[in-house]
Structures are given as structure tokens and as C-alpha cells.
């Protein structure tokens, strides 16, 4: 996952975290002090952004000998390792916090991603992430998340035609806006339309929308609604649905459901570097 992007993320964070050097390890090491150390993990987790954390200690400091012990999307015990880097100890040290930030945030939503997907395994249901990223960050959480086991809803405005709330307000109903949607997307541009109540789901059913967002519906509501669809349009659950309620929404004919937790509040995985002698 090393784009253009990811290297210019990777610029910003070692110029915010060392782009006044690292006084404490220049102090104690000198140049020549030179030793391996490892990152590995403090917990069970899917690792993900393994190649990012490689990617900072070659961009500070071209001489660290770097190597990849695991993989993206592997899972790890607690005490397996992800990698190992040998070189200058002061050079190891000063990117040590912003290799691990990007390891630990997108290894955090991979490893989140995981408990999703195995939580509805068997039921046919897609979990999907939503925009609800660190701006800046969208395609490599995205990628975590897919790291994870879990699939990707649409990673900008210009990519799908999603009509939400306000956008329903703004045309006057419903109706109007997946019409004025039609006219205006691409031939062949699948039309998502947001829905709060059963009475907008038989709106969206007669719009001909082509996927229909059930917006924080009970279970029972979402059941009438699948009944109401009766698979005139593909079926997504949104909002409200934490992991506890997730297989109370994974219901037969119910194709995905979105998760904003995914991405938007993901506890950090617990990894760290170790100098080894």
C-alpha cells in the first residue's frame, strides 16, 4: 500500500515527529552505536500497515537494513513478530514512534475488521466501512479494513450515487431526487436512496432506486422492509448497529450492513519495538 499518498503521509509524520531531530537518542548514541531491534506484538491481532512501518525507517535513514517477518492480513499471537531493523540505535529509536503509529492504528482497524467478519460468516451479509475515516488516511483505513476480512462502500462522493437525508429534503421527496439522480449519473450508475421509514422504502421501491439504505431501523423494521423490497433493490442496514446487535441485523435478505465503527473509533493495537543485543 505504498502510493504517492502513503509516501506524503509518511513525509508529514517523520517532519512533525523528528523534523527537529531526536536530541535525546543523538545524545546517548553516537554514530557508529549500532543494534537490531523488533516489532512485535503485545496482543493477538490481523497486522496491517507492516510495509508502511518498513517504508519509515528507509525514508529516515537509507542504511537501516529492514526486514518483513509477517505479513498484511496475517494474524499474529501475542509475542510473534512483524519485523525487524538493524543499524544506527539513534536512527532506530527516532523512527520508532511513526513507524508504530502507522502499524498500530491500521493493524487496530484490521484487527476490528476481523471480529466483524467472522461475527456474520455464514449469513451471506457484506460488512462494509463508510466515510467516516481520518481525513487523509481514507484509502489506507480503507485498506485495513479490507486487510480485515471486511469489503469497502464507497471511498468518495464522485464514486456512487449515495441520496441521503438532507439531500431528500432539499428536492422536495424522495422520488424527485433519485429521478434528478438518474438524469444526471452515468448509464448504468446503480442509485442508493436513503430510507427512515417503510413508507420512504415503498417511495424508493416505486423510484426504482436500485439499492435501498435502511437508515436506524429496529430488527423488526428491517424485516418489514425486506418483506415491503420483496428483491426489487439490493438491501443496506446503516446506523446504529454496534458488534452486540450485528447478527440481530444480519437477516435474510439483508445483502450489507455499514459500519462507521470500523474506521472511526478503533482502539490502537498493541505493538511495540524491542532492542534486541
Known amino acids: 500500500m505504498i502510493t504517492a499518498r502513503t509516501e506524503h503521509l ?158 431528500i429534503a432539499a428536492a422536495g421527496s424522495l422520488a424527485r431526487a433519485v429521478e434528478l439522480c438518474r438524469i444526471a449519473a452515468a448509464h448504468g450508475a446503480k442509485i442508493e436512496a436513503e430510507a427512515k421509514t417503510l413508507a420512504e422504502v415503498k417511495e424508493a421501491v416505486r423510484a426504482g432506486a436500485d439499492i435501498i439504505l435502511l437508515d436506524n431501523m429496529t430488527p423488526a423494521q428491517v424485516r418489514a422492509a425486506v418483506k415491503t423490497v420483496a428483491g426489487r433493490a439490493l438491501i443496506e442496514v446503516s446506523g446504529g448497529v454496534t458488534f452486540a446487535t450485528l447478527r440481530d441485523y444480519a437477516l435474510p435478505g439483508v445483502d450489507i450492513i455499514s459500519i462507521g465503527a470500523l474506521t472511526h473509533s478503533v482502539a490502537a493495537a498493541d505493538l511495540s519495538l524491542d532492542l534486541r543485543k
Do not use: M
Open 10 to 167: 509518511i513525509d508529514l509524520a517523520l517532519e512533525e515527529d523528528a523534523g527537529l531531530g531526536d536530541i535525546t537518542s543523538r545524545a546517548i548514541f553516537p554514530a557508529r552505536h549500532r543494534r537490531r531491534a523488533v516489532i512485535d506484538a503485545k496482543q493477538d491481532l490481523v497486522l496491517c500497515g507492516v510495509e508502511i512501518a518498513a517504508r519509515v525507517f528507509a525514508k529516515l535513514d537509507p542504511t537501516l537494513k529492514v526486514r518483513l517477518l509477517a505479513r498484511d492480513g496475517q494474524r499474529l499471537k501475542k509475542g510473534d513478530l512483524a519485523l525487524s531493523v538493524e543499524g544506527s540505535t539513534a536512527s532506530i529509536l527516532t523512527a520508532e514512534r511513526t513507524a508504530l503509529n502507522f502499524l498500530q492504528r491500521l493493524s487496530g482497524i484490521a484487527t476490528q475488521a476481523a471480529r466483524y467478519a467472522a461475527a456474520v460468516k455464514g449469513t451471506g451479509v457484506r460488512i462494509v466501512d463508510t466515510r467516516k475515516t481520518t481525513p487523509g488516511w481514507r484509502a489506507l483505513e480503507k485498506y485495513a479494513v479490507r486487510s480485515g476480512g471486511c469489503f469497502n462502500h464507497r471511498s468518495s462522493l464522485g464514486e456512487q450515487v449515495l441520496i441521503k437525508d438532507n439531500h
